[in-house]
């Protein structure tokens, strides 16, 4: 029965929330600011309550004057005031309301989330015991009938027995001290919802109490405008010798009200009690068996690890870690935070399929709002530089240059150390931009594992290349040298499925360090290299790569030249057709293919035309400088 009201409910929310989306856009959709636009009626509420408490009188014999002096003073500014601040307060309750509903809708309420659902049920109490108290005050007839209910109602419970009705026998039995109670609490609650509101978002990663600009100049026009068209009034002074007979009621906040004279008392207790206690088990109704607590989750480009909780959208997931992603109405209505899954299964959760649409679900897109892990999954954010502050900025650092390697006539193997204590912490496939004295940088691959100390590089000197030229004629050992970093998304993703690696030239440095970071990691997929250069001497450690192929069973080596030589008698020609003959039929693999941009331009579209999935091609393509300088 629960997942049947849930279904329809959200089914209503979703038609809703594609209504107003037309009406108002994604960004502007209430509905999808219920939680900030409750808390900023609350300051509403808050603030006309401190100017209406600056002019009111906590005596007997004065609250009603002083109600109705500011009610008819100030040239009506204290109508005005008096009339937001119970629209607001009704427009608050209304607000919490449909965003408990919303949340019951969409099943955000079991697991890790049951502290801000029960703290989010406490709230709307407090917020009705706060409001049915503000009613007491102005001491009209009003006041008279809520003060006398509220009274008789408590004095129901155990303990009391009548102690608290006795106040209303005769108008001498109220004194100012029933005045100063009833202020007490009516400043007291809204401090302690405050406290709890600080409660209830802290649970919430990145939780927006703020909503957008003009959802606030709305709502504020709103109110001005209904405190105008229907000010609230007084309903005459109260008058304990008789009891009021027609009264005009806030159904917002006073709905239980009439059911106290009209129902037993006991019956009354026991539909708040049994409707409250019934809400804070909703979390645990009904029961379901316990899934994983933790998963993992991967995200590109980084990559950068962390865990999802059971039932957590991968947004909230990537929020709670400190990761800069992409996101707005965190609903699944406008598609800023669309990603691409690389591996494991989710559950899509439900989204506005405009903003998911079918092609994009075809290419293995979800948005992360709304999307929630069921297995370990790694997934890519398109279009985001970098996931955290740290690679947004990335760091400066100092380093020496430790040993230089000739290992051909146009290539350096450069070992870079960094002051003891100083670790780079990167990952595999990415690089290094070096500082240039006047600030230029030029971009080199890591070419060692992460677990390695210091930092190799693969420097191929470029004809007329200010970096590479120093390195080949005045770079010495022991030279102070500057980069910043690590940076780059090119980098092995987690998954079953054997692995191809096409490099051409020096693309080969990252590769390295790819495949030696996964020898050491015991990675044991199958993973064949093909690596492309001109002639022979550009295999410059083509016995490293003869080695690992000894040593690993999982591994295998196809060197490709692309010049004559009669001596040659392995594989000639372009090295990405060289795979392809070998593999026609790409699907099940994944391809990472590093090099020049015009291998890589001209190898991506072959792979994708053999049966290689999209999400399954990784590319790195080395891309020159104004100077003709190459760069990663």
């Not at 204290?78 to 919303?102: E, K, N, Y």
């Not at 106290?260 to 207790?269: E, M, N, Q, S």
């Not at 980084?302 to 990537?318: C, F, I, K, N, Q």
Request: hydrophobic share 50%; glycine share 8%; charged share 15%.
């Amino acid at each position: 029965m629960t997942g049947l009201i849930q279904r329809a409910l959200r089914a209503a929310f979703m038609r809703a929330e594609a209504l107003f989306n037309r009406a108002f856009g994604d960004r502007l959709n209430p509905l999808y600011h219920l939680g900030a636009i409750s808390f900023f009626l609350f300051w509403i509420v808050g603030a006309t309550g401190l100017v209406l408490f600056a002019f009111f009188d906590t005596s007997v014999d004065g609250a009603y004057r002083s109600v109705q002096a500011i009610t008819d003073g100030s040239f009506g500014l204290g109508s005005v005031m008096r009339t937001v601040h119970r629209h607001a307060s009704d427009a608050m309750v209304l607000t919490m309301l449909i965003h408990l509903v919303r949340y019951f809708a969409f099943d955000r309420l079991r697991g890790f989330r049951w502290f801000s659902w029960l703290t989010g049920v406490a709230l709307l109490w407090l917020v009705y015991i706060a409001g049915a108290n503000g009613y007491m005050l102005p001491w009209d007839r009003l006041a008279q009938f809520v003060t006398q209910a509220s009274f008789e109602w408590l004095d129901w419970l155990p303990g009391f027995g009548g102690t608290l009705s006795r106040n209303f026998i005769a108008p001498e039995h109220v004194s100012n001290r029933l005045f100063s109670l009833l202020v007490f609490v009516h400043i007291g609650v809204p401090l302690v919802t405050l406290l709890l509101i600080w409660i209830h978002v802290q649970r919430v990663p990145k939780a927006a109490t703020q909503p957008p600009r003009p959802i606030v100049l709305a709502l504020a026009i709103t109110l001005l405008v209904l405190a105008i068209a229907t000010p609230v009034a007084s309903q005459g002074p109260a008058d304990l010798r008789s009891a009021p007979t027609a009264l005009d009621l806030d159904w917002f906040l006073l709905l239980p009200y009439p059911l106290i004279y009209a129902w037993p008392l006991g019956g009354l207790w026991a539909l708040l009690i049994g409707a409250t206690l019934l809400l804070a088990l909703m979390p645990w109704l009904p029961p379901r068996r316990a899934s994983r607590s933790t998963l993992q989750l991967t995200l590109h480009p980084g990559p950068v690890r962390t865990t999802a909780r059971s039932g957590e959208t991968l947004l909230d997931a990537g929020l709670r870690a400190g990761l800069a992603l992409p996101y707005d109405c965190r609903a699944g209505g406008c598609g800023l935070c669309a990603c691409t899954v690389l591996n494991g299964r989710v559950d899509p959760g439900a989204f506005q399929p405009a903003a998911l649409t079918a092609a994009m679900r075809a290419r293995g897109q979800v948005l992360m709002c709304c999307a929630v892990a069921l297995e370990d999954v790694e997934l890519e954010v398109a279009g985001v530089a970098a996931l955290t502050a740290a690679a947004a900025a990335p760091a400066r650092w100092q380093g020496r240059i430790e040993r230089m390697q000739r290992l051909s006539d146009d290539l350096m193997r450069i070992h870079v150390a960094l002051p003891e204590g100083q670790r780079v912490a990167f990952t595999a496939g990415q690089y290094i931009n070096i500082v240039l004295p006047d600030g230029a940088r030029r971009a080199f691959s890591f070419a060692n594992p992460p677990h390695e100390p210091g930092i190799e590089l693969h420097v191929r000197r470029i004809p007329g290349g200010r970096f590479t030229t120093t390195v080949f004629t005045a770079m010495k050992e022991g030279d102070a040298i500057e980069f910043e970093g690590p940076l780059g998304r090119f980098a092995l993703h987690d998954g079953a499925r054997p692995i191809l690696f096409v490099a051409g030239a020096t693309g080969f440095a990252p590769i390295k360090s790819i495949v030696e970071d996964a020898f050491a990691r015991g990675i044991a997929r199958p993973m064949q290299l093909y690596w492309g250069v001109r002639t022979r001497a550009d295999l410059y450690l083509v016995e490293l790569v003869e080695r690992w192929q000894r040593e690993h069973p999982n591994f295998r080596f196809t060197p490709v030249l692309s010049e004559p030589d009669a001596t040659w008698t392995g594989r000639r020609g372009l090295v990405h057709e060289a795979m392809l003959a070998d593999h026609p039929d790409l699907a099940g693999y994944e391809v990472y293919a590093c090099g020049s941009v015009k291998m890589v331009e001209a190898a991506v579209p072959d792979f994708l035309a053999h049966g290689l999935g999209e999400q399954f091609c990784f590319s790195d393509a080395f891309v020159p400088s104004k100077t003709t300088e190459a760069a990663a």
